[in-house]
Every structure is written in C-alpha cells, then in structure tokens.
C-alpha cells in the first residue's frame, strides 16, 4: 500500500460569497454600526469644544502701467499663463501678494489697535492684535516674531492670473476683528505702495533737479565765452579763423540750450508724476464681518469621521471573523501557533530576569 499524504487544512476561498458578506456583517452588527456612530458622536463632542473661527474676505485690483507697447494676443496669452508683459515686476499683482505676507506689514497689523471682541470695546480703548493673538514669547521681540508666524498662517492671499484680482482672506476667532484686519491690510499695503511710488518720483525728481541746474550753468558758461568773444572780437567776421571760432562757439550754446529745454521738460514731467503716477489700489469688495463660522465644520467633521470608523468597523468584523474561522478550520495550526508564542513568552521572560539582577549588581 502507498503511503497516505497527510491531511491538509481546507483551504479557504480567495472570493466572499455575497451571503457570506451579509452573515459576517449581520453577525457582528454591533461592530459594524455602533463604532462609526461613536466615532462620529465622540468627534463631534470634540468640535464643541474647538474655538470657532470666521473668515473674513476681501479683494482688489493693483493697478499696473505698461512700460512699453505689447500686441493684445500676446499679453492676453501671457496673462493666462500668469506673466504680465510690459509692466514692472513691482507692479505685478503677485508683488502686492508677497507685499501682503510681508513682516512689514503684518508687524504692523499686530501692533496696530482693534477693539476687544470679547467686550466691543470702542477703538481708543482697544487692544494691539498681538495681544489678542497671545503668542507668547521671552521678551518683545520674540514675541512679536512668533506673532507675525501666527498671523501668517491665517492670513491667505490668492491672485486670479486672468483678471490680476487679488483676494485676501483673514481667519480670526472674531467676526468682526476678522473683517477689520482685512481691511487694515489692504490699507497698510496701499500705504506701502504709495509711500514707495513715490520716494522713487521723488529720487526721480532730484536727479532730474540736480541735472537742470547743471544745465543751466552749462548754458550760462557758454553764453558768457560766446559774449566775450563778441566784446574781444567786433570784427571777427572778416577773418577765417575768427569766424570758425564764434562758430564753435554758438554751437556750444545751442547745444546747451537743447539740452537745458529737455531737462528742464523732464523735470516738469518728473514733478508732475511725483504726485499723480503713484500706481493706486482699487478695492472691489471691503471686508465685512462674516455670518457664519468658517471652522469647524461639525457636520463635515461628523461624517468623516462616520466614514473612517465604518471603514474601521469592517476591518475589524472582517478580521475577527477570519480569526474565528481559522481557529475553527486550522485547529491544529492555530493550536501550534498559540504554544509556540506562549513559548517565546515564556523565553523571553526568562531572559529578562536573568538579565535584570546582573545589571542591578552592576548599577551597586
């Protein structure tokens, strides 16, 4: 007789039958349903707890001027791709976006007053934002940098590449302190903006100054040497050498002259921009105290996490049931597999105690 192979555990299906699937779920119903309910009940007694916050929004448009003459198709095509053609990189919408996120202006948004949300305090009994974030801190300074950290994080500014229209929001535990940081934002960064435009006309302007009345030195030296050759010379025009003279000299004066009326055009002009070529900001929409809280979202935050304990829930009465199965199907192996472990336990222990008293012996 040939030998008999030994006995093989059943093997177990690679596919679930659909009724397999209800019998596991009907029989651990209590798994499947009641950890998802109180996941999503335990997080959304946690959201009670989580101060709510209110984002505040509002938008503008940097008004850009073009430094040159650029086809409509191509700065169209470029706007899209988000490049402004022709304009200065200072009065692209992206500059007014890191200008926005700057520490200057959000040093100064902290240390700016607001009234208190807590008691709607009027404006000159109000308190700086630093001291309505809390950050913290050693000393002032320290503070007031992991204020501006903070602020940074609730302030998010975006910018629409196809209309150059910049929209600021502001996260804070206030509505109404909220909107005002909004607008206080805009207002430093149009302040920036402006006090930069114009210390650059006004550098633009004393340059120019400076060149108009060295031009108007020029032209007096010249003129001065053309009326002493006159004096010097009544007769210059009957010799040559004479007359090339007065001509080099009235060239020089004409040449100055020229170069005075252009200086004296551009100073002007230079003038002029000093006060109106100041590139403005026009706001769209003003920040105004939001309604509803952005965050937390119960609801949402409810079902996420229904979602991930039902997902959880499944696992778990799929596992346990697979366990189950094996102890029931694979006796023997499941058997060999606890005294083996309880065997390494026990190993392990041992181990542990031999080891503990030699290094307490040590340790004396």
């Known amino acids: 007789m040939g030998a008999t192979p030994p006995p093989q555990a059943p093997a177990f299906e690679d596919e679930i039958s659909l009724l397999e699937i209800l019998n596991v779920l009907l029989k651990r119903w209590r798994t499947v349903i009641g950890l998802p309910v109180t996941t999503s009940l335990v997080v959304l007694g946690i959201s009670f707890l989580v101060p709510p916050t209110y ?19 191509l700065a169209g095509v470029a706007g899209q791709l988000g490049i402004t053609l022709g304009a200065e990189a200072s009065q692209s919408p992206m500059f007014y976006a890191d200008v926005a996120k700057s520490r200057e202006i959000l040093d100064r948004l902290l240390l700016a007053r607001y009234a208190d949300p807590p008691t709607g305090r009027e404006p000159e009994d109000s308190t700086t934002l630093l001291s309505l974030l809390g950050p913290g801190g050693r000393n002032g300074a320290d503070s007031l940098e992991r204020g501006a950290k903070k602020l940074a994080g609730l302030v998010s500014v975006g910018v629409d590449a196809q209309t150059n229209i910049v929209t600021v929001k502001v996260e804070l535990p206030s509505p109404d302190l909220a909107a005002a940081v909004a607008n206080r934002l805009v207002a430093f960064l149009n302040e920036f903006n402006a006090q930069a435009r114009q210390s650059q006309a006004r550098e633009r302007r004393k340059f120019t100054e400076q060149r108009v009345a060295a031009g108007e030195q020029d032209l007096r030296d010249a003129e001065e040497a053309l009326k002493r050759f006159y004096q010097a010379n009544r007769s210059w025009q009957q010799s040559p050498q004479l007359m090339f003279e007065e001509g080099r000299l009235r060239r020089q004066v004409e040449l100055r002259q020229e170069l005075y009326v252009t200086l004296r055009r551009e100073y002007e002009t230079a003038r002029i921009q000093e006060v109106n070529d100041t590139p403005v900001i026009t706001v769209i929409d003003a920040a105004v105290a939001p309604q509803w809280k952005s965050s937390p979202k119960r609801r949402l935050w409810a079902f996420v996490a229904f979602a991930l304990g039902g997902v959880f829930g499944l696992f778990w009465a799929f596992g346990a049931d697979y366990v189950e199965r094996a102890k029931r199907d694979q006796g023997a192996l499941y058997g060999e597999l606890v005294s083996n472990a309880r065997q390494a336990r026990e190993g392990l222990s041992r181990a542990i105690r031999s080891v503990m008293p030699g290094s307490a012996r040590e340790n004396q």
Do not use: D
Request: glycine share 10%; no cysteine.
């Open 55 to 73: 984002t505040a929004t509002t938008s503008f448009v940097p008004e850009v001027r073009s430094q040159g003459r650029v086809p409509a198709g």
